[in-house]
């Protein structure tokens, strides 16, 4: 069975070939828990089995996504049915989750490597789950996540969010920044971490990815240490302070046409100065 890892207290990530999934729990901990985007299609037997692993028969209090891109909506129909839960997202993002707006097509030019030419085959059109969605509230809550809020992190997509834990500054950052890079199917293949912005091919606003990349390096700028935590991200992930993020904001600096990466939802923990 394939299991989900954990990384934080109260925060585990599991893999759908390329894509990764996050399972959340309340901060202080009250017996809820909540998944973080979906994965792709025909993943939601292996979600479903990883989160009774952890949770038994309980199902999610809800299920919140950072965006609503093929690759983080492909089992969103099956598990919020089978669960009978409802969807927080963006208010931006709702469009492309009611049936009534495409996203841009992708741009299989900017980032090179054979995952960006194969871009032009991945699916942008809206899923329609109207009776189950939910707008996110405007005072950075999370209703079914005591003790986290979302950040507004737009770029990548025009509503995407990442969430943030005060107590001990662990952030799930969705495509606003990630760490392998996705345009090269060698580092999708091997997982070679290394952190970049999101992925060029289906990002639309290069000005606003920077600027959410930024953001969360600023959040993080008192943060002076640079560490890793051995076998707790399987290679894929690692944790980084505000440094970290500030050189993964640099290509989007240089050029509009950067060539940068990503491996979804990546799990940040950056660490206070003592």
Known sequence: ???SQEVAPGVAWLRTVMVNVVFVEPDPPDGRWVLVDAGLAGHDRVIARAARARYGDRPPAAIVLTHAHFDH???LKRLADQWDVPVYAHTLELPHLTGRRSYPPPDPTVGGGAMAWIARLYPCGPIDISTRVRALPDDGSIPPLPG????HTPGHTDGHVS???DTDRVLVSGDA???VRQESLGAVLTQAATLHGPPAYFTTNWSEALGSVLREALQNAGDQKKTKKKGALSGAKGFAAGAGLAAAAAPLARSNRATISRQEC?????????
């Open 266 to 274: 990546t799990v940040l923990k950056s660490y206070r100065s003592t």
């Open 148 to 151: 986290w809020r979302w950040w």
């Open 163 to 165: 969430l943030f834990r």
């Open 177 to 179: 920044v990630i760490t």
């Open 73 to 75: 909506v492909g089992s």
């Open 1 to 3: 069975m394939q299991l």
